[in-house]
């Protein structure tokens, strides 16, 4: 695991955590030939700061990170899987969950700090190496959006071909407004973490003093969720359970 700098959801500096992986050869250190693939990894949703990925050796292998790193460990490709700001090193700071472009400059910017890394300590990378992010999810999300602010602030030094994305809430309003329009919930705690990313990561909302409850029902405020998304210690299964 390492950490590396990019740009909080509130504009300053931030440093965030991320696990890198990777295949080696007999002498526990080296690829037996030069790495020429970089992936992305996006994580799924996680409320558990233990699922983060840098918790790596704790998981069980049921979760999107064993996969990610079962690629590294069996192809010729460096592994990169940020834990999202407010995760890891960043535990005490809100998720700026859907948030995609702040949450998308991140992950570039950690699959870059991977890429010197890995070429400092371990290796170079194969000259004509390429990138994929990849992603179910919330990572489905993130992955797509790393695609689209790679093509539109023209990032250079990844050679980005393309995301694979599966099941994401691509769009959070588009996503809470089908909540409205069918009246049900699915999934109850990405509505609890859209709103609350919102509220606490958007100067606009924060400016104008909104807060959790301008957005939700009593009964739906009341059952606490919100404080278990803050507290970090239940995981998704156990909030669904718990509401």
């Known amino acids: 695991t390492i950490t590396y700098k990019t740009t909080g959801a509130d504009g300053s500096e931030k440093e965030l955590s991320e696990l890198i992986a990777y295949p080696v050869g007999s002498d526990g250190k080296t690829p037996t030939e030069k790495l020429k693939n970089l992936i992305i990894g996006c994580h799924a949703t996680i409320t558990s700061n233990e699922r983060r990925p840098t918790n790596f050796s704790n998981l069980s292998f049921g979760t999107d990170v064993n996969m990610l790193t079962l690629i590294g460990s069996n192809e010729t490709s460096l592994v990169v899987i940020p834990d999202y700001e407010g995760y890891g090193v960043t535990?005490?700071?809100?998720?700026?969950?859907?948030?995609?472009?702040?949450?998308?400059?991140?992950?570039?910017?950690?699959?870059?700090?991977?890429?010197?890394?890995?070429?400092?300590?371990?290796?170079?990378?194969?000259?004509?190496?390429?990138?994929?992010?990849?992603?179910?999810?919330?990572?489905?999300?993130?992955?797509?959006?790393?695609?689209?602010?790679?093509?539109?602030?023209?990032?250079?030094?990844?050679?980005?071909?393309?995301?694979?994305?599966?099941?994401?809430?691509?769009?959070?309003?588009?996503?809470?407004?089908?909540?409205?329009?069918?009246?049900?919930?699915?999934?109850?705690?990405?509505?609890?973490?859209?709103?609350?990313?919102?509220?606490?990561?958007?100067?606009?909302?924060?400016?104008?003093?909104c807060t959790y409850k301008d957005f939700v029902t009593d009964k739906f405020y009341d059952t606490g969720i919100f404080d278990w998304v803050q507290n970090k210690s239940f995981t998704v299964n156990e909030v669904q359970t718990k509401l």
């Open 91 to 209: 535990i005490k700071d809100p998720p700026p969950y859907c948030n995609r472009d702040v949450t998308a400059q991140q992950v570039i910017d950690g699959a870059r700090a991977a890429v010197v890394w890995y070429e400092k300590n371990v290796d170079k990378l194969k000259a004509d190496w390429k990138s994929v992010a990849v992603g179910y999810s919330q990572g489905g999300a993130v992955a797509a959006g790393v695609l689209n602010y790679y093509n539109a602030k023209k990032v250079t030094g990844l050679n980005l071909i393309g995301a694979v994305c599966g099941d994401g809430p691509y769009d959070r309003m588009a996503t809470l407004n089908q909540y409205l329009k069918e009246d049900r919930l699915y999934m109850p705690v990405a509505a609890a973490l859209m709103i609350k990313g919102m509220i606490d990561t958007n100067k606009q909302l924060k400016a104008l003093g």
